[in-house]
């Protein structure tokens, strides 16, 4: 089992900027690749970034290329997700996920993912 606790989330306004943490326990973070999903209301849940275990590969979905990073420490068991420019619909809760099994890939479907946090929510709004 990972477990996995998000943090970071909150209210901002449009064109500010958020870092979402996520803490890793239970076995070993390194092997696995791990991602951040979101889900706005009334919407199918999405993924945002990814990144495979060795920080080589990384996926954005397009409408957050250029503004969000993705990046994981692998000794300290976190990845982490910075936000910049922030718009309305970016609204939504996050989550972080981490690979069903050890893997050098990176991957983008849910149901690549077997371990979940309980979420975060972030909401841009003036």
């Known amino acids: 089992q990972v477990q996995l606790v998000e943090s970071g989330g909150g209210l901002v306004q449009p064109g500010g900027s958020l870092r979402l943490s996520c803490a890793a326990s239970?076995?070993?973070?390194?092997?696995?690749?791990m991602g951040w999903f979101r889900q706005a209301p009334g919407k199918e849940r999405e993924a945002v970034a990814a990144?495979?275990?060795?920080?080589?590969?990384?996926y954005y979905t397009d409408s957050v290329k250029g503004r969000f990073a993705i990046s994981r420490d692998n000794a300290k068991n976190m990845m982490y997700l910075q936000m910049n420019s922030l718009k309305p619909e970016d609204t939504a809760v996050y989550y972080c996920?981490?690979?069903?099994?050890?893997?050098?890939?990176?991957?983008?479907?849910?149901?690549?993912?077997?371990?979940w946090g309980q979420g975060t929510q972030v909401t841009v709004s003036s």
């Open positions: 996920a981490a690979g069903r099994r050890p893997s050098p890939r990176v991957y983008t479907q849910i149901s690549d993912y077997g371990f």
């Open positions: 239970g076995r070993t973070f390194s092997v696995y690749a």
């Open positions: 990144i495979s275990r060795s920080h080589d590969s990384t």
